[in-house]
Structure formats: structure tokens, C-alpha cells
């Protein structure tokens, strides 16, 4: 029998807990500081009206009817690799045969002024419920002020936030029977195009598209204070109550607090070695990988596979794969990018549908995926139970 301790239950460790319980020798361990899968490719959405079971599902619902998968909820917070054990925030010692790192990765605000304290975020369901709650309080305040939503990070979760935005702040306003609130949506990115990861024809059709749908698009120019109701960039005061940060991902605190006994690349990222080992029976998976494409779900997904099938008796080496790139931008809209196939388009937009589904599908079981799928079609103009005030 097998014993393999996996850490974090997102994209990476769901991936390679299920992968190896296909084998029922294999006894895994799956511990994760929260209760729940989020899906962050649609919590764009689901921050824009569609319903939560896009964006996340309780770990014990995905692994209900896998037996040889235990879910044990805790942050782990220390590594000893010679005592081959690992200790959680809840005092409790787990001893490890082999183990999975997957802890993804989280935000900073690249130490701007303000940004921490008064910017809302899309990283986490907190986060999206106390924008939606933000929002809601401010459609519903009676006046006619002008209102300013700015999107501040021009990559994909930026674009795709920009885009949606528009279309479901105008259906809040039309809920809650206003006419005269003057609203603009705005994105604002550092770099001197949108999507600066992307070719440039894939920038400059994502900034045509935002700006059709009345975004404004400000580029080349950085954030430099944020206060409770102004947004200063480049030196310009905007007043503003609605500040969405969807920019800077850097490492968790677990490996500052474990340095020792990793090597790290230039962006924090772990080194591993052809078969993603960072050290003897410490595979290191995902946004936590110096990989050439980690920060990506999909690569999060391949490492996975890869890893339980290494764990298994493979003796193939890793071979990183470019995932396709689709991103979406308001309704039936959206833009391709894998390698030198680029469009955009309506057929773009299906290929966004359909790569949601398998995307669920590959994580979740197959009825809460299908849900998934099905809530996309029913936005809701209400706030969930728990948020009404
Ligand atoms: C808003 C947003 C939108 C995105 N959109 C896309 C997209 O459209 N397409 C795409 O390909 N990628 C997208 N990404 C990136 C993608 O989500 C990540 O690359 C992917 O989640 C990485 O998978 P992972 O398994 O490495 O980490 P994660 O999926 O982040 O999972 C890590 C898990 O570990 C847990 N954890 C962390 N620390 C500890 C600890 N100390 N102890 C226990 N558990 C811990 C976390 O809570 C989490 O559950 C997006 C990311 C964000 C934030």
C-alpha cells in the first residue's frame, strides 16, 4: 500500500488525489486550509451575478465516493523533511511517505499605498461576497452621484471582470429602478497594453472589444495611491468608491516560513527537477513550480496528472505543454490565443462554453459540473441569503 500526503485542494492536489485513487491500493491524504474547490476562472462571474457552483464545491462532495481519499481540513504551516512530517496550524503532526505540495499561490498589492485596506479583490468567496454586497449597497444609496468601477490589472482576470462588469452593474441599476446614475467602468494596466502576456494582436483586439463595450481603457500608466474614495494614477486624482485589484499573485507565506529547505527561481517560484521532485519524495505541483507555464489551471492540471502518475512507476520525464488561452469579454465575445492560432468572435465564445465544461468536468463530479454549466444561462439580480442588509 501506498501512503501520499497531498497539500492543497485546488487544482493541482485535486488533480493527482484523484488520479492516484484510481488505484485502490494508493491510501491519500488530502489537506487543505479551506472546505471548498474554488474555480477561479469564474469568479469573474459568479462576481458579476451567476451562480456560486461555477466557482467553488465542497472537497467532500468531489471526493464523496472515493473511498481511498481522506479530506483533512488545516494550514499547514511547518515542513520537517528529515522527520518526513508536516504540522498544522491546529497543532496536529502528519507524517508523510511522500508528498504533493500544491498551495497555489496568493495576492500582493506590490506594497501600494492604500490598495490593501480599500481595494476589493476576486481571489476568494469573501472577497466576491463583499463586492457583490459593495455593489448592491451602492446601486441602492438613492443619489445620482456619478460612479466610477475601476478594474485595476490588465491580464485575464482583469479583462474578462472589465467585460462582464458593465453588462451586470447596468442590470443592477435597472433592478433597482434607476435612471439618472451616471456609472464608467474603467481598466487600468502598468504595462503598455492589456494582456501584455499575449501577442499584440490579441492586446489590441481585447481593448477594441472593451472599449465597444464602454470600458475605458487606460494603459502605460501605474496606481500609485488608493484612500477610501479617490484612486490617484500617474499622478491624477479619480474619485472612486469601487476599486477592483486583480493584479499580483506571488508565493504563500508557507515557503518564506520553509525556505530552508527549497531552492527558489527569480519569481519565488520552487525548483523542481524532470519529475517535478524539489526534494527526495517532495513533489512540488503548479503555481508553486518553476515550470514555464505555472499560473495557469491547466498547467496546475497537467502537473497533476503528471505527479500521480510518477508517484505510480512512470518513468517519463515532465514535458511542460502551452495551454490554449480563451478569454472571455462581455457576452458571446471572446479571444483565442494558442500559439500562432489566435481569433476572436462569437466561435471564440463557444470554444469559452465548451472549455468550461470540460474544465469542470475535469475536476468535479459530473452532476455539479452539468449544475455549473446549466447556472451560467441564469444570472441572478439578487444577493444571496446571507448578504441581504
Ligand atoms: C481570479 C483568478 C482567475 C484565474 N483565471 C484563470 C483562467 O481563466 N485560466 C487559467 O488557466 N488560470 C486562471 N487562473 C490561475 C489558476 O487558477 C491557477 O493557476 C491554479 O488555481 C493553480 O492551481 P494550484 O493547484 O497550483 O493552486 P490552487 O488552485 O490555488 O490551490 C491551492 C490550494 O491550496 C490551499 N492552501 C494554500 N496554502 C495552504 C496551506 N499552507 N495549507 C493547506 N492548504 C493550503 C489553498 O487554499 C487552495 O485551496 C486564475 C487565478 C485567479 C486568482
Not at 498589492?109 to 481571489?123: C, L, Q, V, W
Request: hydrophobic content about 40%.
Amino acid at each position: 500500500m501506498a501512503k501520499i500526503t497531498i497539500v492543497g485542494g485546488g487544482f493541482g492536489g485535486i488533480k493527482a488525489a484523484q488520479e492516484l485513487s484510481i488505484d485502490s491500493k494508493n491510501q491519500i491524504t488530502l489537506i487543505s486550509d479551506q472546505p471548498n474547490f474554488i474555480y477561479y476562472p469564474s469568479l469573474y462571474s459568479t462576481a458579476t451575478g451567476y451562480s456560486y457552483r461555477e466557482s467553488w464545491a465542497p472537497l467532500e462532495k468531489i471526493f464523496a465516493d472515493t473511498k481511498n481519499v481522506k479530506v483533512v481540513i488545516d494550514k499547514i504551516t511547518k515542513v520537517d523533511p528529515t522527520k518526513r512530517q508536516l504540522v498544522g496550524k491546529s497543532k496536529s503532526v502528519y507524517r508523510y511517505y511522500t508528498l504533493v505540495l500544491a498551495l497555489g499561490n496568493t495576492t500582493t498589492y506590490f506594497n501600494i499605498d492604500g490598495m490593501a485596506d480599500y481595494s476589493f479583490g476576486i481571489k476568494s468567496q469573501q472577497e466576491i461576497r463583499r463586492l457583490q454586497a459593495h455593489l448592491f449597497e451602492d446601486m441602492s444609496d438613492g443619489s445620482d452621484d456619478e460612479k466610477n468601477y475601476i478594474v485595476v490589472g490588465g491580464g485575464p482576470t482583469g479583462v474578462e471582470l472589465a467585460g462582464a462588469l458593465g453588462e451586470y452593474i447596468l442590470k443592477l441599476r435597472e433592478y433597482f429602478g434607476i435612471r439618472k446614475k451616471s456609472l464608467r467602468i474603467g481598466i487600468i494596466e502598468s504595462s503598455d497594453r492589456l494582456l501584455p502576456r499575449l501577442h499584440k494582436s490579441s492586446s489590441k483586439a481585447a481593448t477594441k472589444r472593451l472599449k465597444k463595450l464602454g470600458v475605458r481603457v487606460t494603459t502605460g500608466k501605474a496606481v500609485e495611491r488608493l484612500t477610501e474614495n479617490t484612486i490617484i494614477v500617474a499622478g491624477k486624482e479619480l474619485a472612486t468608491e469601487t476599486v477592483i485589484w486583480t493584479s499580483g499573485v506571488a508565493p504563500v507565506e508557507f515557503y518564506q516560513k520553509n525556505q530552508k529547505w527549497f531552492e527558489f527561481d527569480k519569481r519565488g517560484r520552487v525548483v523542481v527537477d524532470d519529475y517535478m521532485q524539489a526534494r527526495k519524495d517532495i513533489y512540488v505541483i503548479g503555481d508553486n513550480a518553476s515550470t514555464p507555464y505555472s499560473g495557469l489551471a491547466q498547467t496546475a492540471l497537467h502537473d497533476g496528472y503528471f505527479v500521480a502518475r510518477r508517484i505510480m512507476g512512470s518513468k517519463a520525464k515532465y514535458r511542460p505543454k502551452l495551454p490554449p488561452c480563451v478569454i472571455p469579454i462581455g457576452r458571446k465575445w471572446a479571444l483565442f490565443e494558442w500559439g500562432l492560432l489566435r481569433f476572436s468572435g462569437r466561435a471564440a465564445a463557444w470554444l469559452h462554453t465548451a472549455a468550461g465544461f470540460i474544465g469542470h468536468r475535469d475536476v468535479l463530479p459530473l452532476s455539479w459540473a452539468i449544475g455549473s454549466w446549466h447556472a451560467r444561462t441564469k444570472p441572478e439580480l439578487r444577493l444571496p441569503d446571507d448578504l441581504k442588509f
